[in-house]
């Protein structure tokens, strides 16, 4: 190996690094019968353009500098294929900015950590034991006068060059990111997405966003006399954002044991929407917060408690203000995550509860458990309701936050053997405690009367069992759960349930709603007019048809509408209709047009917000 790698470092790194690229394949990419001779014509050329400058410019160093690539590449392979497992996405330079929080998720990058995936630093390891054994020592320091001929590089520079361009290029149009980055090769897509300036894209004029235009992309007219208009009226609004809570706990029994039960009375005594949809992006928790809050759709890239907390935005906490009301926001992990803190001020928030508030008593994970956060907060709403002007209320729960390893003294029920040391089972379990606690906020407040005088929204904020992060035994899991494979549409389904006393009844609804459908739906309840206020949700009691965006989670210009939910290819022609499971009515296909419209609305949002005036900074 010795002679090899000191006399040919360029194929033996080359060797090393297609290798590397071909676990990244496998695991990412979905045709597994490429996924040799693809990392060699797709990221070989840009491994090699790297090794051509090495031999360009490097006379002494050589050996180090091509452990400082193979490094680096292996590193980027590494973070690919973490991010990758957990979201389903290709990560990008753009994901940098959430860096600083990588330490409070730790526990959730450990748990997606295969050791197997560590071997990928292997050779590393062994390279660094090799150049510090004294025999070698010479030998490395006269690794410099082994050239490769000046021709034979600059040859295979140029088609190098040429042969990444060629993979570029013709693939820069591609909605698809995941298409997009195994067309291109993952180096040169890495390499593309840093330099090429997406925003750059101008941003359509915003005397033509009106809520007409934004209607007509949708296919939607609003009502004259909705139904359900005002039937709230009057009442507190309390928004439980649950983490992490899919569709699939709702009546889901394990060997015959209820995992949700107070989740399950709610959705069966009230309006219970079972196909609704989670539309959030970099941002997670907190992109549902601020769709929900908002009625636009999340930012390209980015959270956008990063992106659009510049800008005084139209929200729901406003609304309700102008309405008479009080506003204000609990969760139990510091404001600074998430950069919450700014998002809050973005949406005109009165007031938030957070760490500093909850305490750190009966801490899981980030912070207080799920019943601190509803006994603390249960004392505020009841004080807030004793003065006598109505509030709107958040809650954002967080005990069932992924790895989902809730301690033991947390534990309320007995998992099935089959299921204990899965993600599926630890799920369950943390859920079957958030559900707990969970009823314990419900009995509170029916107790002390805030119940009775409120309007209750519920929904999950996104997935928590990412398709991608099952092994083969927890993929069999979901399976029996289901009852047949899950899929991606099962992924990001997540339960909207609406509860009043005096205004709901026991009513599953069918029609297609996501987060963004939140605040039309509630303001039409409370009797709000919504003139004035540009939305992209709609109401959902008053609209059976919609059409739902979706990116982040999904490739771009995927999207929900009908039955159906379509993931481009390239581009419409060669993308996927997925029918929505469990739908037994025959689907119609999504068609081009609704397609294009549904991304001239993720445009139109993007624009709006971009344009909108900035929020006004208290002086220092
Ligand atoms: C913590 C919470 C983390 O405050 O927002 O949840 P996540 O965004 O990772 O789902
Ligand atoms: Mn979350």
Same mark, same amino acid.
């Given at each position: ?89 290709? +990560? ?15 526990? *959730? ?141 709702? $009546? ?34 907190? $992109? ?5 809050? *908002? ?72 912070? !207080? ?8 907060? !249960? ?17 954002? *729960? ?29 799920? +369950? ?92 739906? +509630? ?90 005036? $900035? ?6």
């Amino acid at each position: 190996m010795n002679q090899f790698l000191t006399k040919r470092p360029f194929l033996f790194f080359s060797l090393l690094l297609i290798l590397k690229s071909a676990l990244a394949y496998l695991v990412i990419f979905e045709t597994p019968a490429s996924w040799l001779w693809k990392p060699l014509l797709n990221e070989l050329p840009f491994i090699w353009i790297l090794f051509c400058l090495i031999e360009f410019f490097s006379a002494k160093r050589k050996i180090l500098l091509y452990m400082i690539v193979n490094l680096l590449l292996t590193g980027l392979f590494f973070a690919v294929i973490m991010y990758y497992q957990y979201y389903g996405v290709i +990560v990008t330079y753009h994901a940098l900015d959430q860096v600083n929080q990588v330490t409070a998720v730790s526990n *959730s990058v450990f748990s997606l950590l295969h050791p197997y995936y560590l071997l990928i630093f292997t050779d590393i390891v062994v390279l660094i034991l090799m150049a510090f054994r004294n025999r070698n020592r010479k030998m490395w320091r006269n690794l410099g006068s082994l050239r490769m001929p000046k021709s034979v590089t600059t040859v295979v520079f140029v088609l190098s060059l040429s042969l990444c361009l060629f993979q570029v290029l013709p693939n820069r149009a591609s909605m698809n990111e995941i298409k997009k980055a195994e067309e291109m090769g993952i180096l040169n897509y890495e390499a593309f997405t840093l330099l090429a300036d997406e925003k750059k894209e101008k941003p359509v004029d915003k005397e033509a966003i009106t809520q007409q235009a934004v209607n007509e992309l949708k296919g939607i007219n609003e009502p004259a006399d909705p139904q359900f208009h005002g039937a709230a009226a009057g009442k507190n609004l309390i928004i439980i954002q649950m983490e992490s809570f899919q569709n699939f706990l709702i $009546d889901l029994k394990l060997d015959g044991q209820e995992v949700t039960p107070n989740m399950n009375k709610l959705a069966h005594e009230n309006f219970y929407f079972n196909k609704f949809y989670q539309q959030v992006g970099q941002g997670n928790t907190s $992109d549902a917060e601020f769709v929900v809050n *908002s009625s636009f759709y999340v930012p390209p890239h980015g959270a956008a408690s990063g992106e659009y907390v510049d800008k005084e935005l139209p929200s729901q906490p406003r609304l309700f203000e102008a309405n008479g009301y009080d506003t204000a926001t609990f969760h139990t992990n510091i404001v600074e995550f998430w950069n919450r803190g700014e998002l809050y001020k973005a949406l005109g928030w009165n007031r938030y509860y957070d760490q500093q508030f909850f305490g750190d008593e009966d801490k899981i994970f980030f912070g !207080s458990s799920d019943e601190v956060l509803y006994r603390k907060t !249960s004392e505020k709403l009841k004080e807030m309701d004793d003065s006598g002007k109505p509030f709107y209320a958040q809650l954002i *729960s967080l005990s069932a936050h992924h790895p989902f390893t809730i301690p033991e003294r947390k534990y309320k029920m007995t998992l099935p053997e089959r299921y204990e040391g899965t993600m599926v089972g630890d799920y +369950v379990r943390a859920q079957n405690y958030a559900d707990y606690a969970l009823g314990q906020f419900i009995d509170t407040l029916k107790a002390n009367g805030v119940w009775q005088n409120s309007l209750i929204v519920v929904y999950g904020d996104h997935v928590g069992l990412p398709k991608f992060s099952l092994d083969s035994k927890e993929a069999g899991l979901m399976k029996e759960i289901y009852g047949r494979d899950y899929d991606y549409s099962d992924m990001i389904n997540i339960p909207l349930i609406i509860a009043g006393d005096g205004v709901t009844s026991p009513r599953t609804f069918d029609q297609v709603g996501g987060q963004v459908d939140v605040l039309p739906t +509630v303001a039409n309840l409370m009797g709000f007019s919504l003139d004035g206020q540009l939305h992209f949700g709609e109401d959902i009691l008053n609209q059976p048809y919609n059409l739902l965006p979706q990116r982040y989670y999904l490739p771009s210009g995927s999207m929900i509408s009908g039955e159906v939910l379509f993931i481009p290819g390239n581009d419409y022609d060669d993308g996927t209709q997925y029918p929505l499971k469990g739908t037994d009515s025959g689907s119609t296909d999504i068609t081009e047009d609704e397609y294009r419209n549904a991304l001239d609305l993720l445009r139109y949002s993007d624009s709006y917000i971009r344009q909108l005036p $900035d929020r006004e900074q208290p002086a220092e």
